[in-house]
C-alpha cells in the first residue's frame, strides 16, 4: 500500500502564480522527499526534509512538514511552463528497511 | 556522468516470454531498486538491494527475479511474462540506506506484454 497521497491529482494555472501540492501520509516517517517527473522522463529528486524540519527552501521550491497532521506541502512560486510536470511525494517511514514509498502524484500544468 | 542507466528503453513480448531489464549505474551507490509504474498507482517497489550479492522483495515480487552480482549492476528479470506486467519500469540508486538520500532514477523502460 502506498504511504503517501497526494493532494488534488491534478492542477493547472497560469504562468507566474504559485503552486501548491500536499501530501498526506500515514504512519511515522524519518524522512520525506519530493520528486519530479517530466513526461516520459525518470523522477528527479527536488528536495529532502527530515522529520524534525519544518520548513525547507530550494531556489523557487517550499516544502513543509507538518508531523502532527502527517502532512507536507510542496510550494513551487512564480511558476514556469517549464514547470510542468508531475509531483510525487515519498516517505520514509519509521521501521521500513530503506526503502521510499511514493505516492500517485499531483500532475502539474502551466499555462503559458 | 551518466547516472543511472536503463536498457532497454522499450519491449513488446509475447505472453510467456522472458527477458532481462539492465540497470547500471556509475556513482558508487550501494543501494539500488526496481520500481514499476502504472496510471494511476505511482511507483511500487518490485526488488532492492543493500549491496553487492544482496536482494530483497519489495512489495510486488511475484513474477520477478533479480541479480545484483556487480556493484554498478541491478537486472530484473522476467520468466514468463504475463499482460499484468505490462508497465513502466525504472530503476534507482541512492548512496545511503533508509532514504537519508535521494534516488537518482534511471530514464525508465516501457514493456508492453501481448
Given amino acids: ?3 503517501g497521497e497526494e493532494d488534488p491529482q491534478a492542477l493547472s494555472i497560469q504562468e507566474g502564480e ?13 524522512n520525506l522527499q519530493w520528486y519530479r517527473q517530466n513526461s516520459g522522463r525518470g523522477l528527479v529528486h527536488l528536495i529532502l526534509i527530515r522529520s524534525n524540519e519544518r520548513e525547507k527552501h530550494s531556489g523557487r521550491l517550499r516544502v513543509t512538514l507538518d508531523t502532527s497532521k502527517k502532512s507536507s506541502s510542496l510550494l513551487i512560486t512564480a511558476s514556469r511552463a517549464a514547470d510542468t510536470a508531475s509531483y510525487f511525494c515519498a516517505t520514509d517511514y519509521s521501521g521500513s528497511a530503506r526503502q521510499l514509498t511514493f505516492g500517485s502524484g499531483t500532475q502539474l500544468t502551466v499555462l503559458p | 556522468n551518466a547516472g543511472v542507466t536503463q536498457t532497454p528503453k522499450f ?3 509475447k505472453t510467456g516470454q522472458s527477458m532481462t531489464l539492465l540497470c547500471a549505474q556509475d556513482m558508487n551507490h550501494e543501494y539500488m531498486y526496481w520500481y514499476r509504474q502504472d496510471p494511476g498507482m505511482g511507483l511500487r517497489l518490485i526488488h532492492y538491494s543493500v549491496g553487492e550479492g544482496t536482494t530483497a522483495k519489495g512489495e510486488v515480487p511475484d513474477g520477478y527475479n533479480v541479480s545484483r552480482l556487480k556493484k554498478q549492476n541491478f537486472l530484473l ?4 511474462a504475463a499482460p499484468s506486467q505490462t508497465s513502466v519500469y525504472f530503476c534507482a540508486s541512492s548512496y545511503g540506506a533508509r532514504g537519508d538520500y535521494g534516488y537518482t532514477f534511471g530514464s525508465g523502460t516501457r514493456l508492453t506484454v501481448v
Avoid: D, F, H, P
Avoid at chain 1, 503552486?19 to 516517517?29: D, L
Fill in chain 2, 11 to 13: 519491449r513488446v513480448l
Fill in chain 1, 18 to 30: 504559485n503552486a501548491t501540492m500536499n501530501c498526506s501520509y500515514k504512519t511515522s516517517i524519518n
Fill in chain 1, 1 to 3: 500500500s502506498q504511504q
Fill in chain 2, 77 to 80: 528479470g522476467l520468466e514468463s
